[in-house]
């Protein structure tokens, strides 16, 4: 899955949770809604890094396209905005915007051919449902496309 595919995926598990939640009509609800889908977008490619990092070598052969690091990048996200930083609210929703982007990168990847290994660092077994080239421009656009549309509902701009 390509940039494009992986932000969308992101702002539209993010605004399709938020969709369903109680709705503040206050400008601090706005501006932490806005705040947590910007850093859902900026999270969305950080499972990548491996890639960079290590030129490759290790993409998706490790954890960072594992359930484990959804769960360990979800309760740190809470952890340091709550306790920590003492950010109150904004820790519910940076912990949810954390949520959302890691759990949709792997998501996402587990569709493509090459899988993930969703039981990574206890199980090095490739899963996924693998119907789709990553490099799928039609996916990826999409996918970009549909994270906008859910934000424009979520924000009942139509």
């Known amino acids: 899955m390509n940039r494009p595919g992986h932000f969308g995926g992101a702002m539209l598990l993010f605004f399709g949770i938020m969709y369903f939640l109680p709705k503040g009509d206050t400008l601090q609800t706005l501006a932490l809604s806005v705040t947590a889908a910007g850093i859902a977008a900026a999270m969305s490619m950080k499972p990548d890094l491996d890639k960079k990092f290590f030129w490759g070598i290790f993409h998706r052969c490790w954890i960072t396209h594992s359930l484990t690091t959804v ?7 809470f952890a340091l905005f709550n306790y920590v930083l003492h950010e109150g609210p904004l820790s519910y929703y940076a912990a949810l915007a954390a ?8 998501v996402l990847d587990s ?21 789709f080239k990553g490099s799928n421009p039609l996916l990826n656009y999409g996918l970009m496309a549909a994270g906008g549309l859910m934000m424009l509902a979520y924000y009942r701009v139509f």
């Open 71 to 77: 769960v360990i990048v979800t309760a740190g996200t």
């Open 99 to 106: 949520f959302c982007a890691i759990f949709s990168h792997v």
């Open 111 to 131: 569709f493509t051919k090459m899988g993930v290994p969703l039981l990574g660092p206890f199980d090095q077994k490739m899963r996924g449902l693998r119907w």
